[in-house]
């Protein structure tokens, strides 16, 4: 599976911004979907996780409320709507597709990995 995630770019505080991830495998429907972030020097972060079916979806603290995951199995791709952003939300963020049909918080729980799309918010 290819993840080719895109989207990114530099907003203003209080912006918004829509991440996409295309996977190249049809069989994208049967993977938990995770997007996660990682600054320079810091460990990869997960942010925002959904089920293979969308019906669930999991958040870390600090962007609920104001980023929304999602997906479209019938176009083997994920978003994260990202609303009020922050200068702290300011990363390289991954889209990444799970060895099961659920989300974790856990890279290690993740086996293929987009390659990364820039989001800067400046203050």
């Known amino acids: 599976v290819q993840l080719q995630a895109s989207g990114g770019g530099l907003v203003q505080t209080g912006g918004s911004l829509r991440l996409s991830c295309a996977a190249s495998r049809r069989t994208f429907s049967n993977n938990g979907m995770g997007w996660f972030r990682q600054t320079p020097g810091k460990e990869r972060e997960f942010v925002a996780g959904i089920t293979r079916t969308g019906g669930s979806t999991n958040y870390i603290d600090s962007v609920k409320g104001r980023f929304t995951i999602s997906r479209d199995n019938a176009k083997n791709s994920v978003y994260l709507q990202m609303n009020s952003l922050k200068p702290e939300d300011t990363a390289v963020y991954f889209c990444?597709?799970?060895?099961?049909?659920?989300?974790?918080?856990?890279?290690?729980?993740?086996?293929?990995w987009g390659q990364g799309t820039q989001v800067t918010v400046s203050s």
């Open positions: 990444a597709a799970a060895r099961g049909s659920w989300y974790s918080v856990d890279v290690g729980d993740y086996n293929y």
